[in-house]
């Protein structure tokens, strides 16, 4: 997958967790929800920023931070459906799944561009 399809889920992706972010503010779950928006919109920041990589090492290192920035996320929007602070949807759903996905394609460039 070529990095600006993975730039347009991530940047997608973000806008979910933009409106996820005011959904949970309206509500007064501001602490988990504020971590959840920082790890959630840096993913797609780190992309945009990797394509403009001094070095193959730049590189990777931005995809990487990328990677752990969606890690952080899938843990923040589980712990909000586990700890029972957003109604279950398929729309959580999906938006857990999308963050799935975008761990796996982002391992997978991190793989390939250190090789």
């Known amino acids: 997958m070529t990095d600006s399809i993975m730039f347009t889920k991530a940047r997608a992706?973000?806008?979910r967790i933009v409106r996820l972010y005011k959904h949970l503010r309206v509500r007064k779950e501001s602490v988990i929800?504020?971590?959840m928006l920082r790890s959630g919109t840096s993913v797609g920041a780190n992309i945009?920023?990797?394509r403009y990589a001094q070095s193959k090492s730049d590189f990777?290192?931005?995809l990487q931070i990328a990677l752990k920035e969606a890690?952080?996320?899938e843990y923040w929007l589980e712990l909000l459906r586990d700890g029972e602070l957003v109604d279950p949807s398929s729309a959580f759903d999906t938006l857990l799944?999308?963050?799935t996905e975008l761990i796996k394609l982002l391992t997978a460039s991190v793989k390939t561009a250190k090789t």
């Open 13 to 15: 992706f973000a806008l």
């Open 33 to 35: 929800a504020k971590q």
């Open 48 to 50: 945009a920023e990797s």
């Open 60 to 62: 990777a290192s931005k």
């Open 71 to 73: 890690a952080e996320t």
């Open 97 to 99: 799944a999308d963050c």
